[in-house]
């Protein structure tokens, strides 16, 4: 049903499109037809109304211009928006007010916040309401030295105790991950509304304290204020994890009879039961709405996606289809992004050629969710590709996506030069190269991209700490592991698990296995990569009996756990415990992998029993032997002298087309125990014939925080191999001095 006031306006709009502007039109007629014009979003009419007001004689009519920058700015037409401003002969607050606005809303921050400081500058004293449109700029950048200088010239304009103000500085202070600072002004405010209140809540909720959202919420209710549709759609979806919770406020909202007045309301709680698992409860209020609009459909089918029910949610989809909704890259994108969270890649491939095929054009949403599914380098270049020629690859979200897959896919440089492109980095753009590097073995890039996140003052997040420390696990950088770990206490961030996880693994690999149990013990909240992780590090350690301690802690290991303990099991010489620990794998019900029976060859080769070993990978394993178990073998009959097992096992090796001079090196190694030198010769013409090359020799060291990589015949791979071959020649000619 229309309004009278749609009625109303779409009368005006008739009369002026259909006869001729009347001279004699007063300016306040002018300034209620582009308000209507502001809230229609209705450029033609404004446009005609703008031609009025120029030849009326009003076009130096603050107001009126204020009202056009504000259209303009409102339909995308920025550039006749700013004319209109600096055309203007003297600038007030509510021009740059509304210039400023037209400038954020658009998306271009730095500009309104730039605008500000010039205006300022030339003596235009801002109000309140330009404090927060600048703040809000300053939030949406992520921008936090600069909305701290704001808010120190907000406190010398005298609206530190502005209510306005104090809660733009809420929300910069929350988006920008500083809560203590958005706590401090919150608890300063003399007086304080329900947007205030709004704004503390999801500051609490933005940065992860769910219970203290949940605390301050009652909090606001004992104060005589009552949540509006903000406060709850802000508690459901921040905290929306928390299954007692959307409880307890989905019973606030039916005893207060606002769920049939917020359809918004409902949509936010069918979603946030789905978050918790709950998709009957979801099911159920779906099913008691006599009117439902896409966003409930969307909502739901994301909720059955996002708990794996992928069978249901497309059945949803196609029942969408039946009662002649129109579905749109929402709905699609909603199920992708379910279906990638829950690492079901290729279901969300799926869905996407649906999408596709249904004649949709993917937009920025559904790009950023499909990219983690896409698992080939190929498929990743195409979407990327697409990106480009629609204008979507500019966006941040992709381009933080396309870091992640093309890291995935082992294409570190094309993850690099992504990442060079993005001017608006932000903590996802810098964690993803962090993760990228980490994840291709290149230890040192990994931690000097996290040094550069540091020094260009980014907030890591316990994603980017997890991998600088897997970074610092694989080159050995103990000094900056401490850092990190005295920075995540100090962040709070040591007692999450995956962190957590993360210092054990660092400690173990860096030698220091005792510092690795201090932290497994003090960790509230471990979970199963904190048990393997514990184990893992035993076992690299050689300490099997302990690492079969832990084991048997775990009341269900899962494949990894049966890894860290056969691992341990052949590292520690216990063959018989490590056979039955493989057999105790039926128990739990899983599935022997490769990597089991890796371990399983290395166990009994190790111990000598070179022909079970074999027997094993011939008779039992269910697939053919990946070549490196065959390089696991044929390493044991170098070690207990087995040229019978190790000419077979090298044979296989070879046969299978392995490009890894490491093997050729060891087959021609078990050659030359047993003199066989011919055949010795015979092995370095076929590396030659296949172009195998031995691979450098590399070493890494830690100075002064940085880690330093040396690579053997390669002088220019450090920056400064001059001075330090200088230094290396003369202790060399010290030591020759010292026997001569």
């Known amino acids: 049903?229309?309004?009278?006031?749609?009625?109303?306006?779409?009368?005006?709009?008739?009369?002026?499109?259909?006869?001729?502007?009347?001279?004699?039109?007063?300016?306040?007629?002018?300034?209620?037809?582009?308000?209507?014009?502001?809230?229609?979003?209705?450029?033609?009419l404004g446009s005609q109304i703008h031609s009025k007001i120029m030849v009326s004689g009003f076009a130096y009519d603050s107001f009126l211009s204020t009202k056009l920058i504000t259209l303009y700015s409102l339909c995308g037409d920025l550039s006749t928006a700013l004319t209109i401003f600096e055309l203007f002969p003297t600038c007030n607050v509510f021009l740059l007010n509304?210039?400023?606005?037209?400038?954020?809303?658009?998306?271009?921050?730095?500009?309104?916040?730039?605008?500000?400081?010039?205006?300022?500058?030339?003596?235009?004293?801002?109000?309140?309401?330009?404090?927060?449109c600048v703040l809000k700029a300053c939030a949406l950048l992520l921008d936090l030295r600069q909305g701290e200088n704001l808010h120190q010239l907000a406190v010398e304009s005298g609206y530190d105790a502005d209510t306005f103000v104090s809660n733009s500085l809420i929300f910069m202070y929350a988006k920008c991950s500083s809560l203590e600072e958005a706590v401090r002004v919150f608890d300063r405010m003399p007086q304080r509304d329900v947007v205030s209140?709004?704004?503390?809540?999801?500051?609490?909720?933005?940065?992860?304290?769910d219970l203290d959202a949940v605390e301050t919420l009652s909090e606001m209710i004992e104060n005589g204020l009552k949540p509006d549709q903000v406060t709850i759609i802000s508690i459901?979806?921040?905290?929306?994890?928390?299954?007692?919770?959307?409880?307890?406020?989905?019973?606030?909202?039916?005893?207060?009879?606002?769920?049939?007045?917020?359809?918004?309301?409902?949509?936010?709680?069918?979603?946030?039961?789905?978050?918790?698992?709950?998709?009957?409860?979801?099911?159920?209020?779906?099913?008691?709405?006599?009117?439902?609009?896409?966003?409930t459909w969307n909502a739901l089918i994301a909720s059955f996606a996002q708990n794996g029910l992928f069978e249901e949610s497309l059945q949803l989809l196609r029942h969408m289809k039946v009662c002649r909704l129109d579905l749109d890259v929402v709905t699609y994108s909603g199920i992708i992004s379910s279906?990638?969270?829950?690492?079901?890649?290729?279901?969300?491939?799926?869905?996407?050629?649906?999408?596709?095929?249904?004649?949709?054009?993917?937009?920025?949403?559904?790009?950023?969710?499909?990219?983690?599914?896409?698992?080939?380098?190929?498929?990743?270049?195409?979407?990327?590709?697409?990106?480009?020629?629609?204008?979507?690859?500019?966006?941040?979200?992709?381009?933080?996506?396309?870091?992640?897959?093309?890291?995935?896919?082992?294409?570190?440089?094309?993850?690099?030069?992504?990442?060079?492109?993005?001017?608006?980095?932000?903590?996802?753009?810098?964690?993803?190269?962090?993760?990228?590097?980490?994840?291709?073995?290149?230890?040192?890039?990994?931690?000097?991209?996290?040094?550069e996140m540091m020094l260009a003052e980014m907030e890591p997040n316990p994603v980017t700490i997890t991998s600088a420390l897997s970074a610092c696990a694989g080159a050995s950088g103990l000094r900056l592991g401490k850092e990190l770990h005295l920075w995540a206490i100090k962040n709070s961030f040591e007692g999450q698990a995956f962190v957590g996880s993360a210092l054990i693994d660092m400690y173990a690999k860096c030698g220091r296995i005792k510092n690795s149990r201090t932290v497994f013990d003090l960790m509230d909240d471990r979970n199963l990569v904190s048990w393997n992780s514990m184990i893992g590090g035993y076992a690299i350690h050689g300490l099997a009996h302990n690492a079969l301690e832990i084991f048997e802690?775990?009341?269900?290991?899962?494949?990894?756990?049966?890894?860290?303990?056969?691992?341990?099991?052949?590292?520690?010489?216990?063959?018989?415990?490590?056979?039955?620990?493989?057999s105790r794998m039926k128990e739990f019900k899983l599935t022997p992998r490769e990597s089991h029976y890796a371990c399983m060859v290395d166990l009994l080769a190790r111990s000598g029993r070179i022909e079970q070993a074999l027997a094993l990978v011939r008779t039992i394993m269910p697939a053919q032997a990946s070549v490196e178990i065959w390089g696991v073998?044929?390493?044991?009959?170098?070690?207990?002298?087995?040229?019978?097992?190790?000419?077979?096992?090298?044979?296989?090796?070879?046969?299978?087309?392995?490009?890894?001079?490491?093997?050729?090196?060891?087959?021609?190694?078990?050659?030359?125990?047993?003199?066989?030198?011919?055949?010795?010769?015979?092995?370095?013409?076929?590396?030659k014939e296949k172009g195998v090359r031995k691979g450098s020799g590399f070493s890494w060291i830690e100075v002064n925080k940085r880690v330093h990589s040396f690579v053997a015949k390669d002088r220019t791979h450090h920056p400064e191999w001059e001075s330090l071959f200088k230094v290396l020649k003369f202790l060399g000619e010290q030591m020759k001095g010292m026997y001569c």
């Open 197 to 209: 209140w709004n704004s503390i809540i999801s500051a609490y909720a933005l940065n992860g304290f």
């Open 236 to 295: 459901l979806t921040f905290c929306s994890t928390i299954d007692i919770v959307v409880r307890e406020v989905h019973g606030f909202v039916l005893r207060n009879g606002v769920e049939t007045a917020a359809p918004m309301i409902q949509n936010a709680l069918i979603s946030a039961y789905g978050k918790c698992g709950m998709t009957e409860g979801a099911q159920r209020i779906f099913n008691g709405l006599v009117w439902k609009d896409k966003v």
């Open 98 to 132: 509304s210039m400023i606005r037209g400038y954020s809303s658009n998306g271009l921050y730095p500009e309104a916040i730039s605008l500000f400081h010039r205006k300022r500058i030339e003596g235009l004293l801002p109000d309140s309401y330009t404090f927060s």
């Open 339 to 451: 279906l990638t969270q829950t690492s079901l890649s290729n279901e969300a491939m799926m869905v996407f050629d649906e999408l596709l095929n249904a004649g949709l054009k993917p937009d920025v949403v559904a790009i950023a969710s499909v990219l983690p599914s896409i698992s080939g380098l190929d498929y990743c270049k195409q979407t990327h590709g697409y990106s480009f020629r629609h204008g979507l690859e500019t966006d941040r979200r992709v381009r933080n996506a396309l870091v992640s897959v093309y890291s995935k896919c082992g294409s570190i440089q094309y993850a690099k030069q992504v990442f060079e492109a993005i001017r608006d980095r932000d903590v996802i753009s810098w964690s993803s190269l962090v993760v990228g590097y980490s994840q291709n073995l290149y230890f040192v890039e990994s931690l000097e991209t996290f040094r």
């Open 553 to 582: 802690m775990v009341t269900k290991p899962d494949d990894v756990s049966f890894i860290a303990a056969l691992s341990a099991c052949s590292h520690g010489g216990l063959v018989e415990e490590g056979i039955a620990i493989f």
């Open 633 to 687: 073998l044929l390493g044991a009959c170098k070690v207990h002298s087995n040229l019978e097992i190790g000419v077979y096992t090298g044979e296989q090796i070879i046969e299978s087309g392995s490009a890894n001079s490491g093997y050729y090196v060891l087959f021609s190694n078990v050659l030359a125990n047993f003199e066989r030198w011919g055949d010795v010769e015979e092995m370095r013409r076929r590396m």
């Open 1 to 44: 049903m229309i309004s009278f006031a749609s009625l109303q306006f779409f009368k005006k709009a008739h009369y002026f499109s259909t006869k001729s502007l009347i001279r004699t039109m007063p300016s306040s007629t002018c300034m209620q037809i582009l308000e209507d014009c502001i809230l229609f979003k209705n450029l033609p």
